[in-house]
C-alpha cells in the first residue's frame, strides 16, 4: 500500500487529487499507473508495461483508446430518427403547456 511518504514530491499533488476523486479518470488512471511502477519517474517505465492484460492498459498513455466504429443498420438509422422525431414533438408539446411561445 502506497503512504503519501513512498510518493515523490513531483507526482504528490496528482496522486491527492486521484485519491480523492478530484481529478479525471484517465489522471486517476495516470496516478494507478505510476503507483503501480513505484513511481518511477523515466516516461518508458508506463509506456512500455508489458501488462497487456491489465485493464488500465489500453489508458496508460492518459488518452482514451481509439474506438470500433459500430456498424449501425438502416433499420437502427430509421429508428433513431423516429425517436427523434417524437422527442422533438414532445419537447414542443411541454413548452406549449408551459405557455413558452416560439420554435
Ligand atoms: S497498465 Fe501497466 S503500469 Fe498501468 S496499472 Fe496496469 S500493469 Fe500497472
Redesign the pocket.
Known amino acids: 500500500m502506497t503512504t503519501l511518504s513512498d510518493v515523490p514530491r513531483k507526482w504528490r499533488q496528482a496522486h491527492e487529487k486521484a485519491i480523492t476523486g478530484d481529478c479525471s479518470p484517465l489522471e486517476a488512471?495516470r496516478a494507478?499507473?505510476?503507483?503501480?511502477?513505484g513511481w518511477e519517474d523515466l516516461p518508458e517505465?508506463?509506456s512500455e508495461?508489458?501488462?497487456?492484460t491489465?485493464?488500465?492498459?489500453?489508458?496508460?498513455h492518459g488518452t482514451y483508446p481509439p474506438r470500433r466504429k459500430r456498424p449501425v443498420t438502416d433499420e437502427q438509422r430509421a429508428r433513431c430518427a423516429e425517436l427523434g422525431r417524437q422527442r422533438s414533438f414532445q419537447n414542443a408539446k411541454t413548452r406549449a403547456q408551459r405557455g413558452e411561445v416560439g420554435v
Open positions: 488512471i494507478a499507473c505510476l503507483d503501480c511502477v517505465s508506463v508495461c508489458p501488462a497487456t491489465c485493464p488500465l492498459w489500453q489508458f496508460r
